[in-house]
């Protein structure tokens, strides 16, 4: 059986460059795999490594997705093989295109029984691609997911955090989760685990190889801006800590917080 | 668009529908020809969505045994079909966010998610939500209809409508679906210990406190200011050692108080989202470099466990003044 692990790829939001025009620009920032999807992706491990299985990270993206260092930090963190979908057009790309290029991309890995997502990606955080795909395959799709558990062929005990109540499920496989952040805290890579990963399998498919023409955008992005910021002092108090202390202190006081 | 226009608005928060409401008509302005809300409740939820000037209402009243709200997607998405409405309008709380993605889905469109306004840009009305954790922002335009757009609680006010005629109230019957997670238990979540988005001081650990025990030295600062204890991230869902409600970022809190005071906190994009609205922010760490001293009013690039023992011992002979 195989677990598949979808993970975004994106720009590190801690790169952005603000223009002093509110313009904003991911030119030079570093691609990685979204934070929040990583305790998805030991998630996935950890069932595997309990009930058997084998897990396959999927990803899709522009060309930039596909580097060296990216596809050993998955494949060093547990998943035995990545599955790349990999086209220009997939640029920029809004929700309903992301899970319908995911939901073909997954019909075509084998014997796929259960699909997991972090609970969103760290470039867009709309939280939406899990549910979406899951109900493109027609599977039991839910969000929030705080625990996992195998109880028997064909079944998981799934707990779910809302904002007021937890729920218990049982899942019928095959199903699509979308799991917390807090659901598992990920593993540090071993240097056993990175000198395997280069050894592990990365099949890279076009949007033609999953059987995708005409992705025609659902969305209209009109622009992209800085938000507006409330202007900060940007003081730096300076001297020993008891006076920079002192400083502040005054400074609270003129302020009327204390 | 056509002056023909439907409005869809679903939230299981009652109180929440109103918001929707409201958003939908500033949205539209006078442009519609109805907006009805999806209520599944009771006959007063149904009175309250009255309230809010919907011209008619669809009413489940009861969710059979083992089924989740959400189950009500199936309900909802006949009636879609049926109406071909031009909006979908969804309170974005963890439900509202999995009928969205099914609804997408079984439309093919993508949602608006987290609106936050909406503005005229070169002739088009386009909607302005969040990317990058806060760090920047995107004006989108669906290409598809109809619209499905989610919008958070808080951003935009209830108002009570006083209309010519009540709204219309149509019972609909709930429709199984075919497949399901089936729910075994609910329970309540142990109520919350802080509310931070109402707090008026906050004082925000981070990755720089070394030690749990150490909670202990910024309670200390806490009680002299009358200030709620708040986190980043790692140190309640990677450490555990404050609840979730106490962090402060883009899956946790939202804070608009008087004061922040940062010990410890480096800065990262997901933390600071949560902070734009403090009025004055103090950062303490010890790396100059942080990228929090850009964020802040004023800066102690010093080792907290030095500032904050000359901190407290400061507030308390200002107090004895």
Redesign the interface.
């Known amino acids: 059986m195989n677990i598949v692990v979808c993970l975004k790829i994106s720009p590190d939001?801690?790169d952005?460059e603000?223009g002093n025009d509110g313009s904003?620009s991911?030119a030079h920032a570093e691609w990685k795999i979204g934070?929040?999807d990583l305790p998805a992706l030991e998630a996935g491990v950890r069932l595997a490594e309990m009930h058997g299985g084998r897990v396959i990270a999927l990803s899709i993206g522009p060309p930039p997705i596909n580097q060296s260092k990216v596809r050993k930090d998955i494949l060093s963190r547990g998943a035995e093989e990545l599955v790349l979908v990999v086209d220009e057009a997939l640029q920029d790309v809004?929700?309903?295109?992301t899970?319908?290029v995911l939901a073909a991309a997954i019909g075509k890995i084998e014997d796929v029984q259960l699909v997991l997502f972090g609970?969103?990606s760290?470039?867009?955080?709309?939280?939406?691609?899990?549910?979406?795909?899951?109900?493109?395959l027609?599977?039991?799709?839910?969000?929030?997911v705080r625990d996992v558990q195998w109880v028997e062929e064909g079944n998981l005990?799934?707990q779910?955090?809302?904002?007021?109540?937890?729920?218990?499920?049982?899942?019928?496989l095959p199903?699509a989760l979308s799991v917390t952040?807090?659901i598992c805290?990920p593993r540090l890579a071993s240097m056993r685990e990175i000198l395997r990963a280069s050894k592990k399998p990365v099949v890279e498919w076009s949007l033609a190889d999953v059987g995708v023409e005409n992705l025609?955008?659902?969305?209209?992005?009109?622009?992209?801006?800085?938000?507006p910021?409330?202007a900060?002092?940007?003081?730096?108090?300076n001297g020993s800590?008891?006076e920079?202390?002192?400083s502040?202190?005054i400074?609270?006081?003129k302020?009327g917080?204390? | 668009m056509s002056s023909q226009q439907r409005i869809f608005l679903i939230s299981e928060d009652i109180s929440l529908i109103g918001e929707l409401a409201s958003a939908a008509r500033r949205l539209n302005g006078d442009d519609y020809s109805s907006i009805a809300a999806v209520v599944v409740g009771n006959q007063t939820d149904v009175h309250q969505v009255g309230s809010y000037g919907v011209d008619s209402i669809y009413w489940v009243d009861q969710i059979p045994d083992g089924y989740l709200f959400e189950d009500v997607f199936l309900t909802l998405l006949e009636l879609v079909q049926q109406h071909k409405p031009s909006s979908i309008w969804i309170g974005a709380t963890t439900s509202g966010r999995l009928i969205c993605g099914r609804l997408a889905a079984r439309l093919d469109i993508s949602a608006i998610t987290d609106v936050r306004s909406f503005e005229q840009h070169e002739n088009k009305v386009v909607m302005r939500h969040m990317i990058f954790a806060g760090g920047a922002e995107r004006l989108e335009r669906p290409l598809r209809l109809p619209a499905l757009i989610t919008v958070a609680k808080g951003q935009f006010a209830a108002e009570v409508v006083q209309h010519a005629n009540p709204p219309k109230v149509i019972t609909l019957p709930f429709l199984i679906p075919e497949k399901r997670a089936v729910l075994l238990e609910r329970k309540d979540l142990p109520p919350v210990s802080v509310n931070l988005a109402d707090a008026k001081r906050v004082i925000c650990l981070g990755r720089g406190i070394a030690r749990q025990e150490h909670l202990a030295l910024a309670e200390n600062l806490a009680d002299e200011l009358g200030a709620e204890i708040a986190c980043t991230r790692p140190l309640s869902e990677g450490l555990g050692w404050l609840p979730r409600e106490r962090y402060i970022g883009i899956s946790g809190a939202y804070i608009k108080s008087d004061l922040y005071i940062g010990l410890g906190v480096s800065g990262q994009v997901q933390h600071t989202v949560g902070i734009t609205d403090a009025k004055v922010i103090v950062a303490v760490n010890r790396d100059p470099d942080a990228p929090i001293f850009k964020q802040a009013d004023y800066g102690i690039a010093a080792d907290l466990y030095e500032v904050l023992p000359a901190l407290i011992q400061a507030i308390r002979s200002t107090k004895g003044a």
């Open positions: 939001p801690e952005l603000i904003v991911a934070g929040f809004s929700t309903a295109e899970a319908r609970e969103g760290a470039d867009l955080y709309f939280q939406q691609t899990g549910v979406q795909v899951g109900e493109r027609g599977w039991v799709s839910l969000n929030a005990l799934v779910r955090v809302l904002e007021q109540e937890i729920q218990v499920f049982e899942v019928p199903a952040s807090d805290e025609s955008a659902s969305v209209e992005i009109l622009a992209v801006q800085a938000p910021r409330a900060r002092k940007g003081l730096i108090l800590v008891e920079a202390v002192g502040l202190v400074a609270l006081k302020e917080m204390l």
